[in-house]
């Protein structure tokens, strides 16, 4: 059983075959509440992170977006705005219960016609090759098994000039700002998980697959390596939060 693959869920080592289901289980547990817990763990300010995605994104009338991960549906509904009635929004997400709460909240805004959800592993997308004029994964790489696979199928489906945001929870860039967000990761948020959420477990997990994601400069060279070009990162509140962007040759 020596050669028998594994991977890390959280701190844990846990088999390869095993970690997409018991990040299911997680985000099955957390999406009723998702948006609530958002606001509280950020103060709000992810709404920022996520402004900010979109002015990057350069999305115009007509184009054609892909939202990974997408959840509750946050960066799909200001891309829907933008796309208008001739383009297109995929509402991508793994989690069925995420994907569930993200298309009911759009539907309830009157967000649709122009709105496809679609339950879809990121390492294996199941879109033709060269369909959307951007991308973006937000909060949502972190989680994935492979994640050099879903670059490269993220790679894949783009369009050529096509670009790629990964915004995602990053290494702070002071000391300081380390020390006090792992007070705040390991003791606040479970606190608040179990206050809000009744799931402390899920939200000490979330903290710690942050940790276990790889730093700025490891995640653009990831990228690179994947085959995109151009490849940058803008670091928010101290690093804390980074948007990595990429271009398809």
Known sequence: MKDRKTTHF???????EEKAGRVADVFHSVAARYDVMNDLMSGGIHRLWKRFTIELSGARPGQSILDIAGGTGDLTARFSRIVGADGTVVLADINESM??????????????????PVQADAQYLPFPDNTFDCITIAFGLRNVTDKDLALRS???VLKPGGRLLVLEFSKPQSKLLEK???Q???RLLPFMGKLVANDADSYRYL????RMHP???TLKQMMADAGFVDCEFHNMTGGIVALHKGIKP
């Open 99 to 116: 994907l569930r709460v993200g298309r009911d909240r759009l539907l309830d805004r009157g967000i649709a016609g122009n709105v496809v």
């Open 154 to 156: 993220m790679l894949r």
């Open 207 to 210: 903290a710690e697959s942050i």
């Open 184 to 186: 705040y990761s390991f």
């Open 215 to 217: 730093d700025q400069e």
């Open 10 to 16: 959280g701190y844990q080592e846990v088999p390869v």
């Open 180 to 182: 006090v967000y792992d």
